[in-house]
């Protein structure tokens, strides 16, 4: 059984709708697949729709920016109530600030000359989406400043850029409280991914243990095989759950669905501890 817990969709930064990450899942002989785009759920509905379709398990999922004096922090929670006000409130406060965020980024690179405007940024964003500096890169694609996400980045958007801003974003312990109240599953994402810049460390991760983070996501693409091996150990030791997975973007990044995977058991425990939303398997 291949399952992987972490993709996005244009509900986010992905750069394919929902749908079409469920078929590419089905191609990807998934079985399983979490759709987790960054701060919302918008993208669950038409998700469930098309993995029902396909005979696919869906997870449904989020991965909420958090973070702690300038160090960010990615929390996934799996199957938790959307509704929930804890965390509604949250999802909603952290996405108004992104569309200020949006607007500072865009007049600090207009005043320095980058052929960028708020309104061809809002072109990349589906409504009602996340809206976030893949978008922003996605834009200087289009107008051919640069060839790639990645180049954006390296060139306009990183953390250290002189154009990037912050938006608000809970704290990861937080972030920790509202999964639970929502009846989800926490789970810190790609902890010690060090290409982003600057990244949690092990008093951090149990801290979060100590609020009730119940697993870490090890196995990510982004982590040098070292720092997926201590994220492992540093789990095991504190008892947690053992999660791996894609981060899909769809075209935006390289990452390929299915490129790293989570067992069948740390689902099974998952899904039992759950109790905000319910898994959507095939009859
Ligand atoms: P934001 O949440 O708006 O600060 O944007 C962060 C998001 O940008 C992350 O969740 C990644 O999906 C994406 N990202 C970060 N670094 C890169 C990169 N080098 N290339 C493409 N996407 C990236
Ligand atoms: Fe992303
Ligand atoms: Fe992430
Ligand atoms: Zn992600």
């Given at each position: 059984?291949?399952i ?7 509900a986010?930064d992905?750069t394919?709708p ?6 590419e899942?089905?191609e ?10 960054h ?14 379709g396909?005979?696919l ?8 920016s ?16 959307p509704?929930?006000?804890?965390l509604?409130d ?7 600030s ?11 690179m ?15 964003v589906q409504?009602?989406?996340?809206v976030?500096r ?17 180049e954006?980045?390296e060139?306009?958007?990183r953390?250290?850029s002189p ?8 704290d990861?312990?937080r972030g ?5 109240a929502?009846?989800?599953v ?12 600057r990244t949690?460390?092990?008093a ?11 697993g ?8 040098t095989?070292?720092?997926?091996r201590h994220a492992?150990?540093l ?12 981060d899909y973007?769809?075209s ?9 995977t989570?067992?069948p058991e740390v689902?099974e425990?998952i899904?039992?501890t ?6 959507l398997?095939?009859?």
């Open positions: 059984m291949t992987d817990l972490h993709a996005h969709s244009t986010s992905g394919g929902p749908a079409q990450v469920m078929r899942a089905a990807a002989d998934l079985q399983v697949v979490a759709l987790t785009d701060d919302t759920t918008a993208g669950w509905a038409e998700a469930a729709t098309a993995a029902e396909l005979g398990t869906l997870v449904r999922g989020i991965e909420i958090c973070s702690r004096e300038g160090l960010s922090i990615h929390l996934l929670g799996y199957l938790p109530d509704d929930h006000p804890d509604a949250e999802l909603r406060h952290a996405r108004e992104r569309e200020t965020r949006l607007d500072r980024m865009v007049a600090r207009e005043a320095d000359g980058i052929p960028i405007t708020v309104e061809a940024v809002r072109r990349q409504p009602g989406a996340t976030g893949p978008h922003i890169a996605d834009a200087l694609l289009e107008v051919g400043v640069v060839s790639h996400r990645d954006a980045f060139r306009f958007l953390n250290s154009y990037y801003v912050s938006h608000y974003a809970p990861p312990v920790v409280e509202v999964v639970l929502a009846g989800g926490p789970v810190i994402a790609h902890p010690f991914a060090e290409q982003r810049g949690a460390d092990d951090l991760v149990e801290e979060m243990a100590a609020a009730g983070l119940a870490v996501e090890a196995w990510h693409p982004e982590m095989p070292g720092a997926e492992a150990d789990a095991a030791g504190l008892g947690l759950l053992v999660t791996g997975s894609s973007h769809g935006g990044k390289v990452n390929r669905l299915g490129e790293r989570t067992a689902l425990a899904v039992a759950a109790s905000g939303s319910s898994l398997s095939p009859p």
